[in-house]
Every structure is written in C-alpha cells, then in structure tokens.
C-alpha cells in the first residue's frame, strides 16, 4: 500500500465497566444476522464505541474494525483501511483489490 496503515486505527477499543446496560440494544445487534449490512447510527457522545466494544466482547464472532477520521476522506485511503482490516481476520483478504486501487484513478 502507498500510504502507511496505522494499525491503532485497526483495533478497537476494549469495553469498560458499563454503567447503563445496554440489553435492548445488543439483543438487536445480535439479530443484525439476518442482514448484509447493520448501520449504527447516532450524534457524538452517545455511546456508539461502548456498544460496539461491549457487543463484540460478548460475541465468538471474528471482527474487522476500523477508526476513521476526516483524513480518511480519500477513497484509496478508505479502501485501503477496509483492505487492512478485514486481513485483521481473512490475511490474505484483499490482494488483487489492492493492486486495483493503486494502479486505478478514483
């Protein structure tokens, strides 16, 4: 990959103590199975990560994570995190994608 991955960005971050169990909102994330995709949706500071750290803690399921931020506002840079972070569980996820990307304009 042209641009270095940092790999902080691949982790995510481990549950704390919950102070507000969450039981409605895990028992819905563990129906999302169902579904190609599950959107968690909702303003700052409400508690997405929490949920999120505290779900896949309770789950045996593999999980690819990534953090993004503003300056991932870059298609080859987005898809190049995702490339990353599903090799976080599928290693060899991804290597003709990549070659695609570097070589395709975006």
């Known amino acids: 990959m042209s641009n270095p991955i940092l790999e902080?960005?691949?982790y995510y971050p481990?549950?704390?103590?919950v102070?507000?169990?969450?039981?409605?909102?895990i028992e819905k994330l563990?129906?999302?199975?169902?579904?190609?995709?599950?959107?968690v949706?909702?303003?700052?500071?409400?508690?997405?990560t929490t949920l999120l750290s505290e779900w896949i803690e309770q789950t045996n399921l593999p999980v690819a994570w990534v953090?993004?931020?503003s300056g991932d506002n870059d298609p080859k840079r987005f898809l190049n995190y995702c490339i990353a972070s599903l090799r976080t569980i599928h290693p060899e996820f991804g290597r003709t994608t990549e070659s695609l990307i570097q070589s395709a304009q975006l």
């Open 8 to 10: 902080t960005k691949l």
């Open 19 to 25: 102070w507000v169990k969450r039981d409605r909102l």
């Open 14 to 17: 481990s549950a704390q103590p």
């Open 41 to 48: 949706s909702a303003p700052a500071g409400f508690g997405k």
């Open 67 to 69: 953090s993004l931020d």
């Open 30 to 39: 563990n129906d999302c199975f169902s579904s190609r995709l599950t959107l």
